[in-house]
DNA sequence: CATGAAAGAAATTCGAT
DNA sequence: ATCGAATTTCTTTCATG
């Protein structure tokens, strides 16, 4: 399920338009790659049932939702059991100030991404989901000046590892 | 720019739906809104004009692109002045192994999301790209067991502060 | 597998309200 | 701002190579 999947360079060629517009139409896809719309959509489809393309995603903007503030929350949970850790990580993906999880190696076993109105409603984060639970047992927190999204995952002209 | 947007219900309605499905199309919204397709089209345009909605992403699983290892690298850059950084900020963007970027209060000043093959890959990475650089005084790189996704940024029935 | 033509569906325009 | 009918454009199917 994990596994590299076998991509020509047709593929590759579509992978890369659609990651720099996910909307782009068959049609263009087509004109841009060189065959026809239906092999556009053939080749689409297949991506998608394969596995490589997992989804699109609307991309939403936090501060004008009134959520201007993103913190990462660096997070602790003693001890790291699977009964407890299972719950742990279903509360705070429920959480709606969640936006990433992720468990990590290293001293802190969770990395949140979360995003808030204002400081006051980090502290109440913070005090209320996170330290107030008897499985948390540290929480550090560092807010986000600023973030980034980075190139495409298949930069123009990288092979793909068989 | 940054600033909250005035949203009705119907707006809200039509972002829930959204980011449940991007690909919902304007005649599904309008029949879950109770609105004609065509105001769906108009208040999704808005909204992207708007920059509530900032775009549509593909979601790829970096996996099945032969990049099934990932981590985090928290990263000081010394000294910490505008010169340095603007440099640093968009080499690291421009890296293919990069997904995300946050710049960040606290002793690490960056967190770089990173997608490699394997540890040989991120060793190659950290020592050729981040610890040869003169300006990082320091790299800790974690590496990411799992990652979950959260749930929508607007939950149902949660108001939006004005 | 890829294609083009045809059918079906969706997006978009626009005049009216 | 919204509507709905008309138009344009896209998606999807499918018989064929």
């Excluded at 047709?10 to 719309?37: C, F, K, M, W």
């Excluded at 997070?75 to 990580?89: M, Y």
């Excluded at 600023?146 to 002209?157: A, F, R, S």
């Amino acid at each position: 399920m994990a596994d590299s999947v076998a991509l020509d360079p047709v593929d590759l060629h579509i992978l890369r338009l659609l990651q720099n517009d996910a909307r782009s139409t068959y049609r263009e896809l087509a004109a841009e790659v060189g065959v026809a719309p239906s092999t556009c959509l053939d080749r689409v489809t297949r991506l998608r049932r394969s596995g490589v393309i997992l989804g699109d995603q609307l991309r939403l903007d936090p501060a004008k939702l009134g959520r201007g503030l993103q913190a990462l929350l660096l997070v602790q949970v003693r001890p790291h059991r699977r009964e407890l850790i299972g719950p742990f990580v279903e509360r705070v993906r429920a959480l709606p100030e969640s936006r990433a999880l992720f468990h990590l190696t290293g001293p802190d076993d969770y990395l949140v991404q979360v995003a808030v109105a204002d400081t006051a409603d980090l502290q109440r984060l913070v005090l209320d989901e996170f330290t107030s639970r008897r499985e948390v047992a540290r929480v550090e927190t560092r807010l986000i000046f600023q973030q980034w999204d980075c190139g495409p995952l298949l930069p123009p002209g990288e092979p793909v590892r068989p």
